[in-house]
T-cell receptor, first 114, second 112 residues
Framework: DTGVSQNPRHKITKRGQNVTFRCDPI?????LYWYRQTLGQGPEFLTY????????KSRLLSDRFSAERPKGSFSTLEIQRTEQGDSAMYLC????????????FGNGTRLTVT | QQQVKQSPQSLIVQKGGIPIINCAYE??????FPWYQQFPGKGPALLIA?????SEKKEGRFTISFNKSAKQFSLHIMDSQPGDSATYFC???????????FGKGTRLSVIA
């Protein structure tokens, strides 16, 4: 069990650019979640997958955000036309199917939009 | 609308003290209540969790107290240590239905 891996750890981009983050979950976990965390706040749910199916999307996930999980393994989160308000820590978590099961979080990707 | 309200925002205790962090919720359908611990630069990690069929759960120095009628639950850390200094988040979900919703966090500092 190598844990949830997220890359890159840090990303600085200019407003209007597109960015993509990657998450590799714990291998036997079939559920994968994306959360966003801003300074002084708790993680806010964005979306989650069970295997390759995207089961739920938060209203926070605007049209500029898209997430994929091809083949039910790693996942990518893309933000198009970034805005300064997108600056945050993007956290990925995975869990086994079954409820409730603990979420295992990665260490996040910190995005700074200048 | 914040689904889980956490207090206090920050807390400073002496080593050996018993910090208490409180959370309140409105959705009576919630049936899973975990607490997560987060250190700077790291993702949150599960500390302890409780279901509403029990009023208290203890794991090591960490205890959750749950009051279903008041829709409140709290985390107690016994014999707190400087290594417990971190941000703590309560969370809640409806089993099999919704992803976890988190409180805003409590930043705990344990001073020697």
């Amino acid at each position: 069990d190598t844990g949830v891996s997220q890359n890159p750890r840090h990303k600085i981009t200019k407003r209007g650019q597109n960015v993509t983050f990657r998450c590799d979950p714990i291998s036997e976990h079939n559920r994968l979640y994306w959360y966003r965390q801003t300074l002084g706040q708790g993680p806010e749910f964005l979306t989650y997958f069970q295997n390759e199916a995207q089961l739920e999307k938060s209203r926070l996930l605007s049209d500029r955000f898209s997430a994929e999980r091809p083949k039910g393994s790693f996942s990518t989160l893309e933000i198009q036309r970034t805005e300064q308000g997108d600056s945050a820590m993007y956290l990925c978590a995975s869990s086994q199917q079954g409820d409730p099961t603990p979420l295992h979080f990665g260490n996040g990707t910190r995005l700074t939009v200048t | 609308q914040q689904q889980v309200k956490q207090s206090p925002q920050s807390l400073i205790v002496q080593k050996g003290g018993i910090p208490i962090i409180n959370c309140a919720y409105e959705n009576t359908a919630f049936d899973y209540f975990p607490w997560y611990q987060q250190f700077p630069g790291k993702g949150p990690a599960l500390l302890i969790a409780i279901r509403p069929d029990v009023s208290e759960k203890k794991e090591g120095r960490f205890t959750i107290s749950f009051n279903k009628s008041a829709k409140q639950f709290s985390l107690h850390i016994m014999d707190s240590q400087p290594g417990d200094s971190a941000t703590y988040f309560c969370a809640a979900s409806v089993t099999g239905n919704t992803p976890l919703v988190f409180g805003k966090g409590t930043r705990l500092s344990v001073i020697a």
